[in-house]
C-alpha cells in the first residue's frame, strides 16, 4: 500500500505509541473526512480496531490501514512531521491534493480561475492533523507532566495512583481533567486540583484547564497501575 511515513514521522508515531502504552496490535488508521481550499481534511488516528475491508500495509513498521472510500485519494501520499516556530503537526504530501486558487468561489459555484497543480500540501493548513493523532499526543505530554505530582500520603504520582478519572481534549485545546483523591476528608482537597490545573496548563499546546473534583466511581487500590503495585510491594 503506497501510504508512507517520512522517518521523522514513524519516529512521532512511535513515541506516541509507547506514551500510550499501546500494544503490538495498534495500527494507524488514515482516512479522508471532506475538502478544503488546500485539498483535504485529514484523519489520523491510533487504534486497535480494523475492518475487514480495510486497506493495509506497511511502512518504517508501522501498519497503516485506510478504508476502500478514502484509498484511492490517498494513493501516493508520504506523511511527514514539522515541528517548526510555525507550530507542529502531520503534514501530507498528497499527489491527489489540488489547492484551489485565492479567489475560487464558494462551493456549489463556479470560478473562472484555473486550479492549482497537484501537489504537496503545506503545513499548518486545514490539511495539517490537529485531531486524534495530535490529541494522542498532547495527552501522553499532560500524563507525563502529571506523573510528577504525588500524593502527599502515599510515594506515588497521582496518575499511577489512578487518581486521574478523563483527560478531555477539545479542538481548541482546552482540556478538562476528571481526578479524585483516595478519600473525602483527604487534607489536601483544597490544593490538589489547583496543582494538577496549574501542571496541566504548563504542558506546551494547552490553551487552558479546567480540574473537576469528583467522588464517583470511589477510588480504590485497584485503580493504581502495575507499577505503582509494584512500587508499593502489592504485586
Known amino acids: 500500500m503506497p ?93 491527489h491534493a489540488v489547492k484551489l486558487p485565492v479567489n475560487a468561489s464558494a462551493p456549489g459555484t463556479t470560478s473562472s480561475a484555473a486550479p492549482a497543480s497537484p501537489g504537496a ?32 500520603e502515599i510515594p506515588v504520582n497521582i496518575y499511577d495512583l489512578g487518581l486521574i478519572y478523563r483527560i478531555d481534549i477539545s479542538a481548541e485545546k482546552e482540556v478538562t481533567v476528571d481526578m479524585t483523591l483516595t478519600a473525602p476528608g483527604c487534607p489536601v482537597a483544597g490544593s490538589m486540583p489547583p496543582a494538577v490545573q496549574q501542571a496541566v496548563e504548563s504542558v506546551e499546546d494547552v490553551k487552558t484547564a479546567k480540574v473537576n473534583l469528583v467522588w464517583e466511581p470511589a477510588w480504590s487500590k485497584d485503580r493504581m497501575s502495575d507499577a505503582a503495585l509494584l512500587q508499593l510491594g502489592l504485586l
Open 121 to 152: 500540501t503545506e503545513p499548518l493548513t486545514g490539511t495539517t492533523i490537529t485531531d486524534a493523532l495530535q490529541n494522542k499526543a498532547l495527552e501522553a505530554s499532560i500524563v507525563e507532566k502529571l506523573r510528577t505530582i504525588f500524593d502527599p
Open 3 to 95: 501510504i508512507t511515513l517520512t522517518e521523522i514521522a514513524a519516529a512521532e508515531i512511535k513515541k506516541i505509541l509507547k506514551d500510550q502504552g499501546m500494544g503490538d496490535k495498534a495500527v494507524l488508521r488514515v482516512g479522508i473526512k471532506g475538502r478544503n481550499a488546500q485539498g483535504f481534511n485529514y484523519l489520523l488516528d491510533l487504534t486497535e480496531v480494523r475492518h475487514e475491508d480495510d486497506v493495509v500495509g506497511q511502512s518504517l513498521d508501522i501498519t497503516i490501514v485506510a478504508d476502500p472510500m478514502s484509498f484511492p485519494s490517498l494513493d501516493g501520499t508520504e506523511i511527514d512531521f514539522r515541528d517548526t516556530s510555525a507550530g507542529r503537526g502531520f503534514v501530507f504530501k498528497n499527489p
